[in-house]
């Protein structure tokens, strides 16, 4: 498969992320994120999908939660919604 934008992106892939959750309403597995996000941008690696979902989580963006082993689904998090750390409840 040829990359589609073979410089550069012309957006960061964090948006192009939500971008995507946005259109599946908020909620939908990472298998379905990565066969959209490879149509909507062309290839990318695991590593580069795994940084980005952690910038967005940071943020407070959205929440990756994984359900199998190998499995994580990505949920975006609205105003009203919070996830506390580890310790902070």
Do not use: C
């Not at 990565?34 to 980005?52: K, W």
């Amino acid at each position: 498969m040829t990359q589609k934008y073979p410089y550069w992106r012309p957006f960061p892939l964090t948006f192009s992320i939500m971008n995507v959750v946005e259109r599946r309403e908020g909620v939908l597995l990472e298998n379905d994120l990565i066969r959209l996000l490879e149509s909507d941008v062309g290839e990318f690696s695991d590593r580069e999908l795994n940084r980005a979902l952690m910038k967005l989580e940071v943020k407070g963006l959205i929440h990756v939660q994984a359900i199998k082993k190998n499995q994580r689904v990505i949920k975006r998090i609205s105003s009203k919604q919070k996830y506390l750390a580890i310790g902070e409840d």
